[in-house]
């Protein structure tokens, strides 16, 4: 059974943007797209430890702010050309209320 844990309203996260949640492992970032769909990573790249929730939103991608990785929201893996992955979060959405899996 999952660890469901509150995050807050869908309307605290920008569309097209994102929110940090500090938890006991690091920072999580939560990402909004332009259609409301909810995504959450480690927010560090796999690739420097760039800060994921500085990036920008596209479709469901973040480029990475320091050296413009591409990482797919939904698996946390970069896209090609580039390799490596972050953690990816079971996120889920009731009664407008963004919960996170950690």
């Given at each position: 059974?999952?660890?469901w844990?509150?995050v807050?309203p869908?309307?605290?996260?920008?569309k097209k943007?994102?929110?940090v949640?500090t938890?006991p492992?690091?920072?999580?970032?939560?990402?909004?797209?332009?259609s409301?769909e909810?995504f959450?990573?480690f927010d560090?790249?796999?690739?420097?430890?760039?800060?994921?929730?500085?990036g920008i939103v596209?479709d469901?991608?973040?480029?990475?702010?320091?050296?413009n990785w591409?990482?797919?929201?939904?698996?946390?893996?970069?896209?090609?050309p580039d390799?490596?992955?972050?953690?990816?979060?079971?996120?889920?959405?009731e009664?407008?209320l963004?919960?996170i899996a950690?």
């Amino acid at each position: 059974m999952q660890n469901w844990t509150e995050v807050g309203p869908v309307e605290s996260v920008p569309k097209k943007g994102s929110r940090v949640m500090t938890t006991p492992d690091g920072d999580v970032a939560i990402f909004r797209t332009s259609s409301d769909e909810v995504f959450a990573l480690f927010d560090q790249c796999p690739h420097k430890k760039g800060p994921l929730s500085q990036g920008i939103v596209y479709d469901k991608r973040v480029a990475c702010p320091l050296h413009n990785w591409v990482i797919d929201l939904s698996s946390g893996e970069a896209t090609g050309p580039d390799e490596g992955c972050t953690r990816a979060f079971e996120t889920k959405v009731e009664d407008g209320l963004i919960y996170i899996a950690l």
